[in-house]
């Protein structure tokens, strides 16, 4: 999905998305998708797990960083519908990862 979202930004007019459609910002999806899939071939799941935990604490800071004007945000250019996908999916991820996390931990000790 990331490197599909990084492909679209780059094809997709701006005045007909309703996402940011900034280079640094589809590169950014375009890199965590490689690095994601990546994590997926080692198919060890804690590797997942922490994947997912860590791109939605990611999320969540990228929701953060465009209300308090943190960085990125003058490179992302985020929009309103970005930062609600950001709280959405990134709520999901850190659920879903922190889930497989504390999955392992009780199996192992």
């Known amino acids: 999905m990331l490197i599909l ?3 679209a930004g780059f094809l997709v ?8 459609g900034a280079a640094p910002y589809n590169v ?10 990546i994590v ?4 060890k799941d804690s590797l997942v797990s922490f994947f997912n935990f860590g791109f939605g604490l990611i999320d969540l800071y990228q929701t953060l960083a465009s209300y308090a ?3 990125p945000k003058h490179y992302f250019l985020w929009t309103r519908t970005d930062d609600i996908l950001h ?4 709520l999901a991820l850190v659920f879903i990862g922190g889930y497989g996390v504390l999955k392992r931990e009780r ?3």
């Open 69 to 71: 004007n943190l960085p």
């Open 40 to 43: 997926l071939r080692t198919r």
């Open 28 to 37: 950014f999806h375009i890199f965590f998708g490689v690095i994601g899939l």
């Open 5 to 7: 979202a990084g492909v």
């Open 87 to 90: 709280i959405l999916i990134g």
């Open 107 to 109: 199996r192992n000790g």
């Open 13 to 20: 007019p701006a005045q007909h998305s309703l996402t940011s």
